[in-house]
């Protein structure tokens, strides 16, 4: 089983000024702008590590999984969160000839905890002995900052704010998340089981 990023988020997408102003930064400087690379870099890094934590994306972007069984075969629960919408299903044969499954055979059941792909009035589709099935899906709150939800955008600042000032440590930081951002994550939490089964 693998999950791959398609597309990732813009640059310009990411809250580079409020995380300036979060940390206070001056402004109204010519070299204002020199360190939005190093802010860019720590916001990335923040967003992936509350995105590993929460089992949610915070901005959408497009996503192709692999795998070579269903854990179910009326439904699969797909391996993060909030979904939009499924892009295709396609079956793999052990020859490596591709089978574009037709939209009318699967359906997405939205959740915001744990969305599973389902077959439409019937299993899901069979996937070839020895072969894989890739199902590509676009996954996230929404395109904008905005659109976050205000408390994993609050965590996000406040986890990237950390990285920050701490960019000259030497190990000495504790290790794991701020209390604060664990606090903020805690009800976005996904509790996994059976491995990603029907829950």
């Not at 402004?27 to 860019?40: H, K, M, P, T, V």
Request: glycine share 10%.
């Amino acid at each position: 089983m693998m999950l791959t990023e398609e597309t990732t988020v813009p640059g310009a997408a990411l809250p580079v000024q409020d995380l300036k102003d979060h940390l206070r930064l001056g402004s109204g400087f010519s070299d204002g702008s020199i360190q939005d690379a190093l802010l860019e870099s720590y916001l990335r890094a923040a967003l992936a590590a509350i995105e590993a934590r929460i089992g949610k994306m915070l901005y959408q972007r497009r996503f192709r999984w692999v795998l070579d069984c269903w854990r179910d075969g009326d439904e699969q629960a797909l391996p993060v969160a909030p979904v939009g919408g499924i892009v295709s299903v396609t079956l793999v044969d052990v020859a490596a000839a591709e089978t574009l499954v037709p939209a009318a055979a699967y359906r997405l059941i939205p959740d915001l905890h744990r969305p599973r792909l389902a077959g439409k009035g019937t299993a899901l589709p069979t996937i070839p002995a020895s072969g894989l099935v890739k199902v590509v899906f676009d996954a996230g709150f929404g395109t904008t900052w905005a659109e976050v939800p205000a408390d994993l955008r609050q965590a996000v600042l406040l986890l990237a704010a950390e990285f920050y000032e701490h960019r000259h440590d030497d190990n000495t930081q504790a290790a794991g998340l701020p209390f604060g951002v664990v606090t903020l994550i805690e009800r976005w939490r996904t509790v996994r089981i059976l491995g990603g089964g029907r829950a």
